[in-house]
């Protein structure tokens, strides 16, 4: 049973227009999200996180959104720009237990 | 500043050969880890080492064993390779286990073929 689901694949998106990723979880014990990107070759990087008791964090371009009641989180970027063409992974933390379950990742691909 | 280095970066075995995949970091973290990526996959949890002297089974830890050499390095052991283990392998650490964020810093990869 797969604890942390992304649904898409793949997104594909204009330059200077909004990407939308999503994640969904089913375990209500996960009490902490991190978003990582990665590029070809390389491991994943940290992008921007959440606690549970939040609705909302935001960097720069990158915001993460939270509905805890619908088990589901996103990741917004605008404007996307071509470098931010790379696989992005979900991650979701019960603290108490102390690793994360990652999502299968969405290839986001900013077409210039 | 290296972060997390991991060795070899590429490895061809054949089957029933044995290796051993290297991981170092030198941020002082407490916790490693050690994780594989399948092709349209996310990142599977092998075994991880919460701190220097532990070593704790992940999801997917058969046929693989650990050593937790020192606080900076964490090996993992392929006793004897089977296609199935065709996959790259990540090694991560972080600063600690049991906090709410925790960031997990990854190295660049192992790309592993068993034929």
């Known amino acids: 049973d797969q604890q942390v689901k992304q649904n898409s694949p793949s997104l594909s998106v204009q330059e200077g227009r909004i990407s939308i990723l999503n994640c969904d979880y089913t375990n209500s014990m996960f009490d902490y999200f991190l978003w990582y990107k990665k590029y070809p070759a390389e491991g994943p990087t940290f992008l921007i996180s959440i606690s549970s008791i939040k609705d909302k964090n935001e960097d720069g371009r990158f915001t993460v959104f939270l509905n805890k009641s619908a088990k589901h989180l996103s990741l917004h970027i605008v404007p996307s720009q071509p470098g931010d063409s790379a696989v992005y992974f979900c991650?979701?933390?019960?603290?108490?237990?102390?690793?994360?379950?990652f999502g299968d990742g969405t290839t986001l691909t900013v077409k210039p | 500043n290296a972060g997390v280095t991991q060795t070899p970066k590429f490895q061809v075995l054949k089957t029933g050969q044995s290796m051993t995949l290297q991981c170092a970091q030198d941020m002082n973290h407490n916790s490693m880890y050690w994780y594989r990526q399948d092709p349209g996959m996310g990142l599977r949890l092998i075994y991880y080492s919460a701190s220097e002297g532990t070593t704790d089974k992940g999801e997917v830890p058969n046929g693989y064993n650990v050593s937790r050499l020192n606080k900076r390095e964490f090996s993992l052991r392929l006793e004897s390779a089977a296609p199935s283990q065709t996959s790259v392998y990540f090694c991560?650490?972080?600063?600690?286990?049991?906090?709410?964020?925790?960031?997990?810093?990854f190295g660049a990869g192992t790309r592993l073929s068993v034929l």
């Open positions: 991560a650490s972080s600063e600690q286990l049991l906090i709410a964020k925790n960031i997990q810093y």
């Open positions: 991650a979701a933390t019960d603290t108490n237990a102390g690793k994360s379950t």
